[in-house]
Every structure is written in C-alpha cells, then in structure tokens.
C-alpha cells in the first residue's frame, strides 16, 4: 500500500449535503411551521453529513491541500510501463484545471507527462518512477450546492430519522409502555417503537436488512478501496 501524507491548504467552508431549506422540502415540513428551528435542522444535517464522511472514509467538500505519495508500488501495465506510476488522489472528482503542480523526485512534472481521469482522481505519471510524487490540487464538491443528488437523498433519511427519534422521545419519554390490571403492572417497549425508525449508520444501516443493502451499496461508489 501507499504511504500517502495530504495536507489541506484551503479548508472547505461547508461540509453539509443538503440546506435546510432542502430538507424542510423534502420532509414536507411546511413554511412557518416553527415544530422545529433551522438551528436545530443544521446542527442534524452537519451531524448526518458528518456520519456518510466517515462511513466512506473521506472527505467530500471542495479543498486545496497537497498530497505527498510514496512507496506507491508497481508501475502500471501499459506500453510504457517500467517507467509509469498510477495515483489516486484522496479529493475527488478533480478537475485538470484544478491541479496546481506534479512533482515527482523534486522535479515539477510538464503537464503532458501526466494524464487524469477527473471523474475518479486518477493520475497516471508517465516516464517517470521518481519518489515521492507531490501534487497540489483543489478537489471534491462546493457543498451543498454540487452535493450528489443521492448522497443528498441519504443526508435527509438520516436527519428524518433523528427527528422522529426526537419526536419519538418526547410523545412517549423514555418509551416504555404500561398496562395495568387490578394490582397487576406489566411493563415493556412498543416493538413499533423500536422498528419504525431505522438506525444510523453506524449502528448497521438506515433501514432494516432488506433496504440497508442498497444503501450501503451507494455509498461504496464514494468509497475509495486501497489495496
């Protein structure tokens, strides 16, 4: 594997993938309606956003750091392969534009020794296996405008969760249900409370099994498998 040292340079000013008003649409929360507050919807929203960052391990919002690779292992298979090295820089997607400099044994690469596949964060040095490889670049998304549509689907499930855990809690306190009978008392969780509201990520998914599994395969697509 690697040895990857990045550095952020300019720090993203937002890391949320929906608005509040965005969310406020989507969970058919009417204007005015002031059940809930936008403070309260933002600190949700940060924490949601915060929740899928980790889960693929990565940072999704748009930075300029500078990335130090070493030991990056074999050369690539290609015609010119005994003096190629492949990359795959840590912010993505990243545009060509947006790549500052490549360097690699302390030489500033020519651009046309280098090629990139934007969509992935792929860069393929060409004749050249010097060590380490530095790149500045500006990478990821300006959230939460440029925000996936899907990753924006799975931010408003989880704080439409956390939101009706809080609803949840404050209409039945702790939960706990109780039947008496004379001087008899039975005590006990509704099973509609427990499984009506999906678990966060972390804790084994959004929904139950059946749905978790498309979930989880969303998010892997953002999730960058090191070998």
């Known amino acids: 594997m690697a040895d990857v040292f990045a550095k952020v340079l300019e720090p993203a000013t937002s890391f949320a993938f929906v608005t509040t008003d965005e969310v406020r649409t989507a969970l058919g929360i009417p204007p005015g309606d002031t059940s809930i507050t936008d403070e309260t919807l933002q600190f949700m929203i940060d924490a949601a956003s915060a929740e899928i960052s980790t889960s693929c391990d990565r940072v999704f919002a ?6 130090i690779w070493r030991c990056v292992g074999e050369p690539c298979d290609c015609a010119d392969a005994a003096s190629s090295r492949r990359i795959w820089l840590g912010h993505w997607p ?9 360097e690699a044994g302390g030489v500033i690469l020519d651009p046309s020794s280098w090629e990139l596949e934007e969509s992935s964060g792929k860069l393929a040095i060409r004749n050249s296996t010097s060590e380490p490889i530095v790149v500045t670049y500006t990478g990821g998304y300006v959230l939460p405008d440029e925000a996936p549509y899907d990753l924006k689907h799975v931010a408003v499930l989880l704080v439409r969760t956390a939101r009706m855990q809080n609803m949840l809690a404050v209409t039945t306190g702790s939960g706990i249900r109780s039947v008496v009978h004379k001087e008899s008392r039975v005590t006990y969780f509704s099973p509609k409370d427990l499984t009506v509201f999906p678990p966060a990520l972390g804790t084994g998914g959004l929904t139950s099994a059946a749905g978790r599994g498309p979930v989880e395969a969303l998010l892997m697509r953002y999730t960058r498998l090191w070998a």
């Open 62 to 67: 748009k930075e300029t750091v500078e990335e």
């Open 94 to 102: 990243v545009k060509e534009a947006d790549i500052e400099s490549v």
